[in-house]
């Protein structure tokens, strides 16, 4: 059986659209995924923000890891996924704004104590955020983004998808990508906006 592990931000859309292909064809080929946190404003914390919006997203990105960190050292790490889906259909499909109110009803939607969503404003959880984030990188071996995908044991940055693959495309990409992590491959990559996402 094939095993994956997933490493992810929380507000990144490329990451949310290789999760949702992910999810489908592991689970059509019964295959193991384990969930993991990591973190673009650790990974750009010594850059300067380009503008607002960035800083903005990166501290939301903060906020929500300890979230995640927090739901994490509640419950253990069978939550990760049903918090991510949670938080995810609410920020990337509906487009909500990333407020105390939205993530309490996605911890909720997860089984969670909706009073964990004050750990978005708790930095007590900032080293279990770096913690996973650092196992991140050093399973891919060098600074990467979101997400980074294990396939039994070999790490990649991506994959970067511009959209939710499904059908024969989410199932040639699922096949290839298996085949590919048993070979000696190791980078191909073109420029990408990112996706945009409709319920």
Request: net charge negative.
């Amino acid at each position: 059986m094939t095993h994956f592990d997933f490493y992810f931000d929380p507000v990144c859309p490329f990451a949310w659209a290789a999760s949702r292909w992910l999810l489908d064809r592991a689970n059509a080929h019964d295959a193991d995924v384990d969930w993991h946190l990591m973190s673009l404003a650790i990974l750009n914390e010594d850059e300067e923000p380009d503008s607002d919006e960035q800083r903005r997203r990166l501290d939301t990105a903060l906020r929500l890891g300890r979230v995640v960190a927090a739901a994490t050292d509640k419950a253990g790490a069978d939550v990760i996924e049903p918090l991510y889906s949670a938080l995810g259909r609410r920020i990337h499909f509906a487009g909500d704004e990333v407020t105390t109110t939205v993530v309490a009803e996605a911890l909720a939607e997860a089984g969670l104590p909706a009073e964990l969503a004050d750990a978005m404003d708790d930095a007590t959880f900032d080293d279990a955020v770096r913690a996973s984030h650092e196992r991140s990188q050093e399973s891919l071996g060098e600074d990467g983004g979101s997400p980074i995908l294990g396939i039994d044991g070999t790490y990649f940055f991506g994959p970067v998808l511009a959209d939710i693959p499904t059908g024969d495309e989410a199932e040639t990409l699922y096949t290839s990508l298996v085949a590919i992590a048993g070979t000696t491959f190791a980078q191909m990559k073109r420029p990408a906006d990112p996706p945009t996402f409709t319920a």
